[in-house]
């Protein structure tokens, strides 16, 4: 592997996520060879550590996530500086150790801040990194790693990235959706653009409809304070579910660069049709749970620190129209939401029937090509193909390729991939800020929509998949959903 050369700072460096995942990650990096002698890690956060404390953080996140001893070679790369990030006299010290450890591990001036914190300081973090002198002048990069969420409507979303143009340009802000980090969501394109029949295929001509889901088994559990304002629209449309339906959308890329990539997925953001409230009533579906058929569950109103007048989506589904050669007239349905009847997250690609020269009485079951993200990476084809009985007759049959445990093994989880990815200054599998843009525009039509207007909660079952208005927006094209739960 390349040796990578840089100095990562993680603010919020004592937070659940980066012992959960940023230090395994790193960790295996490490293992792996892309880090060796040539990196530099900086913890911050509001607590009082010494280094010493601070490496042996690390070193039980290793051990408690990896079940692994991290050696001394690695861990002696970390170093610690306490500092709240809303002062910015406390940015100096950090200075000094950011200029400390590149010396001591010849680091050359290139410098990454992930910022693993709440998101109403990410526009600070981000001036003060400018305005306090932490960026390099004369390495080769600085760059920006932020987590989700990305604003809460479009116009947040714009200030925020506001804030952060003062410190960095858009090439240099890695946009977290650890979506793009999957396996499978990174396969989309391998089978796209690596085949020649689906290469070709991949159009008006051949595909009848595309459906994307990501569906959940749990409920609220007990993050009803933040999800109760924002709802399944918000916390999975506008940005996982969109950034998957980018892969699917987009022409073929000019080259294999994350300038191009990123282009080409703006070229199809930009042609998704924002709706009225009149077009939001007729695409789009929200829902709320219930309790399940047995009544051993509450129903969303009755969760902790739900309000009982909530009027918040736990269920999604609508359609997507994109106004391009390559798609008029194709819908892509999209659907997510809590307490379905299993987890899963899965593309279906419904091709049109073929012409039936055959003399049997039933037409022609349609192709389908499904990509199963989650729970394991999965690829189905059902096509056609003849019956084995005496007449000519057809039937479907289903060719199945599962990950399997070995490849499972070597394949990267998605922070690791994230992290390695901004280290190698590769932004394909980041969110741009046009397509985030474009996302929030045109979940807040729909969200300004359902403001305008109550509607009856609750309206499915929990442990079904979901309300029967999304069965019918198929229903009233001719289609169904492919997957059933
Ligand atoms: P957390 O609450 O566990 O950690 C927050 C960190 O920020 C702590 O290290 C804390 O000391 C630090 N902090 C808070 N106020 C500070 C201040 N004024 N000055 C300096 N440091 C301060 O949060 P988390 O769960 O680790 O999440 C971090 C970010 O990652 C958030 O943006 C969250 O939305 C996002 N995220 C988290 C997860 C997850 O699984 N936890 C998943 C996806 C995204």
Redesign the pocket.
Known sequence: PKEITTLVTF????????K??LYPSVYNLYKKGFLKDHFGIIG????DLTTQEFQDFVRDSIKEFMKEDAPIDFLRHFDYQK????KADDYAKLKALIEKLDTEFALKGNRIFY?????R?FGTVAKSLKSEGLLSENGEFNRLMI???FGTDYATAEQLNNELSHAFNENQIYRID?YLGKEMVQNIAALRFGNPLLAKAWNREYIDNIQVTLSETLGVEDRAGYYDTAGALRDMIQNHTMQIVGWLAMDEPASWTDQDIRAAKNAAFNSLKIYTPDEVAENFVRGQYGPDAANTQNGYLNEKDVPADSQNNTYVAGKLAFASDRWKDVPFYIRTGKRLAAKTTRIDIVFKQGFNLFTNAAPLEKNVLSIIVDPEGRIEYTMVAKDTTAEFKTRPITLNWTVSAEDKAQTPEPYERMIHDTMDGNGSNFADWNGVAVAWKFVDAIQSAWDATQQEFPNYVSGSMGPKAADELLARDGHRWIYEG
């Not at 911050?44 to 607590?47: E, K, L, Q, V």
């Not at 500092?83 to 809303?86: G, N, S, V």
């Not at 910022?115 to 998101?119: D, E, I, K, N, R």
């Open positions: 603010f919020g460096a004592t937070g659940d996520l980066a959960r995942k911050t956060s509001r607590a500092a709240d990030i809303t910022m693993s914190v709440a998101p300081f987590e989700k969420p650890h």
